[in-house]
């Protein structure tokens, strides 16, 4: 089955500044590959998606790159502001078996004012 | 606005008390999937409806029940919850898999066993 790696498990950085999240998949049929920001004691709510058939997507502030050769995923975020502070899962899925979504580890992002 | 509501958003239950937990959808969507995350951990499945048909992941324990009666809801029964099951619940839905249309995620039932 699909397994879905994310790094790094920690990320800190300065308002203002850039961060950048990175998943790789296992399974070559995985076609979509949603983000999820999830703040505490909350469910996660999706950010931004991207399928197999487009390589970037951006939406404003938010950026996710896809590299289907390399089986890999990347989370970019500019301009950081301390609201952007929370865990962030990648995930993967496929249109097979109802689409069963695979989260990565989670990312917990802490932006310093 | 179409959503996926979870009840109750807390819910405390004694050691080995059966307890349901619920979600409802007014998305229209027939995929229905139940998820667990502990603390500091990534969503686990348990399993999902695809219409009617039920999937139960392979490493789901049997105190794990499900039921989708209609379209709309989709009811998580533990048997016998013990302290280990104590965890964050998430209700997800999607039409198809997901990959077209994306999922939809409820805010979640936290259960504390006592």
Request: aromatic share 12%; with cysteine.
């Amino acid at each position: 089955g699909e397994n879905v790696e994310q790094h790094p498990s920690t990320l800190s950085v300065q308002e203002g500044d850039s961060a950048v999240i990175k998943c790789t998949y296992s399974d070559s049929a995985s076609n979509y590959f949603p983000w999820y920001k999830q703040e505490l004691g909350k469910g996660p709510q999706l950010i931004i998606d991207i399928r197999s058939n487009v390589g970037e997507k951006k939406d404003q502030r938010i950026a996710v790159t896809l590299n289907k050769t390399a089986k890999h995923f990347s989370l970019h975020i500019t301009e950081t502001q301390p609201e952007d502070s929370a865990v962030y899962f990648c995930a993967a899925s496929t249109d097979n078996q109802g689409g069963k979504l695979i989260f990565g580890q989670g990312t917990e992002l802490s932006v310093k004012p | 606005d179409a959503m996926v509501i979870q009840n109750p958003r807390y819910q405390v239950t004694q050691f080995g008390k059966p307890v349901t937990l619920s979600c409802s959808q007014t998305l229209n969507h027939n995929v229905m999937y139940w998820y667990q995350q502990k603390s500091s951990q990534a969503p686990k499945l348990l399993f999902h409806y695809y219409d009617k048909d039920f999937n139960n992941e392979a490493d789901t324990p049997d105190n794990f029940q499900s039921r989708r009666p209609n379209t709309s809801f989709c009811f998580l029964d533990i048997r016998s919850p013990g302290l280990g099951d104590a965890a964050m619940y998430l209700c997800a839905t999607s039409s198809y898999g997901g990959a077209n249309y994306g999922y939809t995620f409820g805010s979640g039932t936290r259960l504390t066993v006592v």
